[in-house]
T-cell receptor, first 115, second 112 residues
């Protein structure tokens, strides 16, 4: 059974386009995240959602807009894609927010390539 | 700026030896510490978590935490070629904020 899933796995698009990445978790977790891993493999938090509410937005351009229709889903929409947006985007989820036990589980990632 | 520092490596260890991976963090308020393993082209996989000073053992893995020195390490005993991967140290920021701050990872190579 897939715990955290993402679609699509690969996304190749032109500069200026708008695209979305979807994430779903079946772990019953109440907090979900988006991370970006750049070409140097540095993994950085972008957004955090708890019970469909945005908790953090770590200096991400407003071309990136997360949406959480329910606790099990967190989607990422990106407008006006730029070359620098090329990266692997990981969705993650955890059961507790802000408590000591903040173990996060990652989805398989979406490799975005902007041409 | 909360930071997590790791030696990027590569760290080369012969098969069967102990691999020692180190991590330092800047936020004294941090309460939880995690080690993730990431194979090339794959997602990070949680392998160890530690919350208290001292050692925590799980199979061939031992995590060590020293909050006074702001230092956390991961030991891998009886290293196997399948342990070759990038190991990421991750720390939630103190104060209850969400999201993990990751180090840049240590690339570990186990030589057969």
């Amino acid at each position: 059974d897939t715990a955290v899933s993402q679609t699509p796995k690969y996304l190749v698009t032109q500069m200026g386009n708008d695209k979305s990445i979807k994430c779903e978790q079946n772990l019953g977790h109440d907090t979900m995240y988006w991370y970006k891993q750049d070409s140097k493999k540095f993994l950085k938090i972008m957004f955090s959602y708890n019970n469909k509410e945005l908790i953090i937005n770590e200096t991400v351009p407003n071309r990136f807009s997360p949406k959480s229709p329910d606790k099990a889903h967190l989607n990422l929409h990106i407008n006006s894609l730029e070359l620098g947006d090329s990266a692997v985007y990981f969705c993650a989820s955890s059961l507790y927010r802000g408590l000591q036990n903040n173990e996060q589980f990652f989805g398989p990632g979406t490799r975005l390539t902007v041409l | 700026q909360k930071e997590v520092e790791q030696n990027s490596g590569p760290l080369s260890v012969p098969e069967g030896a102990i691999a020692s991976l180190n991590c330092t963090y800047s936020d004294r308020g941090s309460q939880s510490f995690f080690w993730y393993r990431q194979y090339s082209g794959k997602s990070p996989e949680l392998i160890m978590s530690i919350y208290s000073n001292g050692d925590k053992e799980d199979g061939r893995f031992t995590a060590q935490l020293n909050k006074a020195s702001q230092y956390v390490s991961l030991l891998i005993r009886d290293s196997q070629p399948s342990d070759s991967a990038t190991y990421l140290c991750a720390v939630p920021p103190g104060g209850g904020a969400d999201g993990l701050t990751f180090g840049k990872g240590t690339h570990l190579i186990i030589q057969p």
